[in-house]
């Protein structure tokens, strides 16, 4: 039995859904499983762990669509699983695996709360296709769990939450003296969908307090974040201190 990870894409620099991808992969290596890490786009030179590349050089389109179902035929056998991570991965799986009538048991994470197909006619049409394939949705939180099931009350009975954690390891707890100023931190790519100007709007609220704000992520956000800062008068309280590899150090 193998167990293959298939995603939209890995890079140097790992997001949320690409570190767990990566970590799930290398913890069933370290005991002895066989697994295999797949990306419809990505550089494994560039890595510094091993994956498999479809090759492509976008995840969207009949192409992407294709090589997963060439992927899937010719390399997975009925006693594996199939675990996709994002869309449209998770909607080429769910479609090829079917279409091939495999027995594969076929799994996948859901890792936000939010997407632009929720709301929408259409949306609604292409997210039955995309989970009417999945044995078992695993959601990363609650929340996630709580949206998903809103948005499609039928897939209820196969949601099962996995906390999306951050292993942590401390001697003792830190002692913060009386004067010491309030960290507050948020790790993510700087995108719209993390809502990062919401937060900055209301810490700038909050005058009477000493704080200073890290964020722990890179994206095409940055630039109007920053300028949002000085907007809101907060440019000496937040710190973007780019990618960060290790969030646990970090933390």
């Known amino acids: 039995m193998a167990v293959h990870h298939i995603i939209n894409g890995l ?6 859904a690409e570190k767990i991808a990566v970590k799930l992969h290398s913890g069933l290596l ?47 056998s009925d006693a594996d699983i199939i675990h996709a991570h994002l869309f449209p991965t998770m909607l080429y799986v769910s479609l090829a695996t079917r279409l091939q009538n495999r027995k594969v048991t076929v799994v996948c994470t859901e890792h936000s709360t939010n997407n632009r197909r929720r709301g929408t006619l259409l949306g609604k049409v292409v997210d039955r296709q995309v989970y009417a394939g999945y044995k078992k949705i695993f959601c990363i939180s609650n929340g996630v769990a709580d949206a998903l099931s ?48 919401t937060a900055l709007k209301a810490l700038s609220l909050l005058n009477d307090i000493d704080y200073e704000y890290r964020i722990a992520g890179c994206g095409p956000l940055e ?25 646990a150090e970090f933390l």
């Open 11 to 16: 890079s140097p620099k790992l997001c949320g």
């Open 30 to 76: 370290d005991r002895g499983m066989d697994s295999r890490l797949v990306a419809l786009v990505g550089y494994p030179a560039e890595c510094r762990f091993d994956f498999e590349t479809l090759g492509l050089g976008k995840s969207y389109g009949l192409h992407a669509f294709a090589k997963v179902y060439s992927y899937i035929r010719h390399n997975c």
């Open 150 to 197: 809103d948005w499609m009350p039928g897939v209820r009975d196969r949601l099962a939450v996995v906390e999306n954690g951050v292993e942590l390891s401390f001697d003792s707890f830190v002692q913060r003296g009386k004067h010491r100023k309030i960290i507050i931190a948020s790790v993510g790519r700087l995108h719209r969908i993390k809502n990062y100007a």
């Open 223 to 247: 630039k109007s974040l920053k300028e949002l800062c000085r907007e809101l008068g907060l440019a000496d309280k937040v710190r973007f201190t780019g990618y960060v590899d290790d969030v």
